[in-house]
C-alpha cells in the first residue's frame, strides 16, 4: 500500500513485536485500524476505572432520556447509563471473540493435523467436518445455547463449535502439501516420533494461515454474540454485552435509535479494524498472495 | 458424466447422515436432563413426562434414533411442544414468505454483486477498486439488524417512502409485495454482495491477465465484450462456488431480518421457537436448512459443466 518510506511511529514500533521483515510497510489504513482498536480493547478493559456509572444501577426517574451532563449518550428503558453500559458491555463482547478464537483455532488445529497427516482418519474427519459446515452456524449456536443455558462458557462453546471446521480444512491443506516436503520425509526416514513430526516439523507452517484465520474468527464471532443476544439466544441478559444492550433497545428503537446505535457503532469499529489488520497480516505472511491481489 | 452426476447426488448420503446423527445427539448428549431444560424452571413433573415422552426420550439412546430416523424418513419432523402441530406442518405454512425474500435477495445481490466486481477489477488500484472493497469489507462488519434498523431509520421513519415493518404476499398485488420485501432484501444483500463482489474481484484479476484477454482486446472486441463474455465467463466459477458457500450466511441472516421486519416467514418461527423453548422446531429448521444448504451447493456443483466446457468428469 505505502510506496514511500514513512518515519517509523509508535504504531509501527508496536507491530514490530511480530518481528516481520522490514520491508513490510504497514499502509495508513491498518495504522488507524491498530489504532481504533488498541484504542476500544484499553477503553473496555479498564471500563470500571471510567464510567461514570455503575452500568447496571435502574434508576425509574431517568428512563429513556436524551444526551445530558449526568448521562451523555443517555439512558435505557431501566434508567440505566448507556454510556457505562457500551463501554462495560465491550469486555463480555470482546472476551468471547478472543476466547472463540483461540479455542477454535486450537482445537481446530489438532484435528487437521491428524486429518492432514493420517489417510486413515483423513476420509472421516473431513465427512464429519462438512457435514458440520452444512448446518448454517447460527442455527447451531442457538441450538447449543438454547441446551446449555445461557452462560458466557456456553455461548462461546456454541460460537466455536460451527468455526472448527473452517479451521480444521486449512490446517489439513497447509499438511498435506508439507508432508511431501523432504524435511518431513527425512524426519519420519530417520524414526523421529510421531508428535514431534505432527507438531515440530508440520505445525509451524499453520502458524502464518492460523493467525490470519484467529483474527477473522475473533470478529465473526463478536458478531455472532451480538446476533445471538439480538434473537434471545445469548448471554443472559442482566450481563450487558453489546448484543444484549441493542437486544434491549429494540424495542424503543423507534423512541431512542441510539441504544443500537452506539453499541452497533462500537462493534462495528471493532470488527472493521480486526477485518482489515486480518488482511494486512494474510498480505504480509503470504507473499505470494499478496502479488496476486486475491 | 452421467457416473460423476450419480456420484455426486449419492455423497450427499453420507453428509446429511451425519448431519441428523449431529442433530440427534445434540439433544441427547447435554448436560443435565434435556426435558428439564426445555421445560424451564417452573415445569410441572407432569409437563417434564410429557416433554420426555413426545421427543422418546424414555427408549434406550439406539432404539430412539432407529424411531427417530424412521419418521424423519417419512417427512415427520415431530410435534410443537408448544402448539402441538406437526413441525412439518407449521414450516409449510411459514415457508412461502421466506422463499420469496430468498429469491429475490439472490437476485438483487448478484445483479449488484457482479458488475461490482468487474469493474472493481477492470479499474484495478483506483478509487472505484477501493471503493467496492472497503464497501466489501463494511458489509462483513456491520450486524445483520443493524443494517436493517438503519434501513428502517432512513427509509421509513425519515424519509417515509417504504412502511416500517410488515409482509404482503405477492398474491396480493406486485407492488405492495416489493414495497415490504425491498428493505429486507437490501439489508440481506448488504454481506451477501460483499462476499460476491470480493470473489467476483479475485477472481476476474486473475482472469485478466490471461493472454486471451490480451488477444481480444488487441483484434478490437468491445470492452465491454471482453469483460462481460469473454472474462467473466472464465472466472464464473469461483464466483459460483461462493454463491453456494454464501448460501448458509443467507440462512443466518434471514433469521435475523425476518424479526426485524416482522415477517412471518421461517426465521421468525424459529426466532419464536427459541423464546418458547420449542426444541423440535429448532431441530426441524436445523434438518431443513442443511438439507436445503447441500441441495443448493448440489446443483452449483453440477451445473460446473455447463457454465464452463472445459470441466469435464
Not at chain 2, 424414555?58 to 424423519?72: A, S
Request: hydrophobic residues 55%; contains cysteine.
Amino acid at each position: 500500500m505505502a510506496a514511500a518510506p514513512q518515519p517509523m511511529s509508535a504504531m509501527q514500533t508496536v507491530l514490530g513485536i511480530f518481528s516481520l521483515p522490514r520491508n513490510l510497510r504497514v499502509g495508513i489504513g491498518p495504522m488507524i485500524a491498530a489504532g481504533v482498536l488498541f484504542a476500544i480493547v484499553l477503553v473496555t478493559a479498564c471500563a470500571y476505572l471510567i464510567v461514570p456509572h455503575d452500568p447496571l444501577a435502574m434508576n425509574a426517574l431517568q428512563r429513556l432520556k436524551g444526551p445530558s451532563a449526568e448521562h451523555w449518550i443517555g439512558t435505557d428503558a431501566y434508567g440505566r447509563d448507556l454510556f457505562s453500559r457500551v463501554l462495560v458491555g465491550g469486555q463480555v463482547s470482546l472476551l468471547i471473540g478472543i476466547g472463540a478464537a483461540i479455542i477454535s483455532v486450537f482445537i481446530g488445529l489438532l484435528i487437521g493435523l491428524v486429518a492432514g497427516f493420517f489417510r486413515w482418519a483423513d476420509a472421516i474427519i473431513m465427512r464429519i467436518m462438512d457435514s458440520l459446515m452444512a448446518i448454517p452456524a447460527i442455527l447451531l449456536a442457538i441450538a447449543l445455547v438454547a441446551l446449555n443455558g445461557p452462560s458466557i462458557w456456553s455461548v462461546i462453546f456454541a460460537i466455536t463449535i460451527p468455526e472448527i471446521p473452517r479451521v480444521v480444512r486449512l490446517v489439513r491443506a497447509v499438511v498435506l502439501s508439507a508432508r511431501e516436503e523432504p524435511y518431513v520425509e527425512a524426519a519420519i526416514a530417520v524414526g523421529s516420533s510421531m508428535p514431534k513430526i505432527l507438531w515440530g516439523h508440520l505445525m509451524p507452517n499453520t502458524l502464518a494461515p492460523l493467525i490470519v484465520q484467529g483474527t477473522y474468527i475473533c470478529a465473526s464471532a463478536i458478531l455472532t454474540e451480538a446476533i445471538l443476544s439480538f434473537l434471545g439466544a445469548g448471554v443472559s441478559t442482566e450481563i450487558p454485552t453489546w448484543g444484549n444492550i441493542m437486544a434491549e433497545g429494540r424495542n424503543y428503537f423507534q423512541l431512542m435509535p441510539s441504544l443500537i446505535f452506539w453499541p452497533g457503532l462500537m462493534l462495528s469499529l471493532c470488527i472493521l479494524s480486526i477485518n482489515l489488520l486480518g488482511d494486512t497480516a494474510r498480505d504480509m505472511l503470504d507473499p505470494r498472495l499478496k502479488k496476486r491481489e486475491v | 458424466m452421467l457416473g460423476y452426476i450419480i456420484r455426486r447426488i449419492l455423497a450427499v448420503i453420507p453428509v446429511m447422515t451425519i448431519v441428523a446423527i449431529f442433530v440427534f445427539l445434540l439433544l441427547r448428549l447435554s448436560p443435565g436432563d434435556p426435558a428439564a431444560i426445555i421445560a424451564g424452571d417452573m415445569a410441572t413433573p407432569e409437563r417434564l413426562e410429557r416433554i420426555r415422552e413426545s421427543l422418546g426420550l424414555t427408549e434406550p439412546l439406539h432404539i430412539q434414533f432407529v424411531t427417530w430416523v424412521g419418521l424423519l424418513l417419512q417427512g415427520d419432523l415431530g410435534t410443537s411442544l408448544i402448539s402441538n402441530t406437526p413441525v412439518t406442518t407449521m414450516i409449510g405454512q411459514r415457508l412461502w414468505p421466506t422463499i420469496n425474500i430468498a429469491v429475490l435477495t439472490i437476485i438483487l445481490s448478484v445483479l449488484i454483486a457482479v458488475p461490482m466486481g468487474v469493474i472493481a477489477a477492470w479499474r484495478h488500484r483506483t478509487w472505484v477498486d477501493s471503493a467496492v472493497m472497503s464497501f466489501s469489507v463494511l458489509g462483513f462488519s456491520i450486524p445483520v439488524f443493524v443494517i436493517g434498523y438503519i434501513f428502517i431509520k432512513i427509509f421509513s421513519i425519515e424519509l417515509r417512502w417504504l412502511p416500517v415493518q410488515g409482509y404482503a404476499p405477492p398474491s396480493q398485488g406486485l407492488w405492495p409485495f416489493l414495497q415490504r420485501a425491498i428493505l429486507p432484501c437490501l439489508t440481506l444483500a448488504t454481506i451477501y454482495v460483499a462476499l460476491i463482489a470480493r470473489m467476483t474481484r479475485a477472481s476476474m484479476l486473475e482472469v485478466l491477465g490471461e493472454d486471451y484477454v490480451r488477444t481480444a482486446r488487441a483484434k478490437g472486441v468491445k470492452e465491454k465484450v471482453v469483460l462481460f463474455r469473454h472474462a467473466l465467463r472464465n472466472a464464473a466459477v469461483p464466483i459460483m462456488t461462493i454463491i453456494g458457500t454464501g448460501f448458509a450466511l443467507l440462512i443466518s441472516g434471514v433469521v435475523v431480518t425476518e424479526s426485524v421486519f416482522n415477517i412471518p416467514g421461517i426465521g421468525r418461527l424459529t426466532v419464536d421457537a427459541i423464546l418458547a423453548r420449542d426444541y423440535p422446531v429448532i431441530q426441524g429448521m436445523i434438518l431443513l436448512t442443511s438439507f436445503i444448504y447441500v441441495f443448493v451447493n448440489l446443483i452449483i456443483d453440477l451445473s460446473y459443466t455447463f457454465i464452463d466446457p472445459r470441466i469435464r468428469y
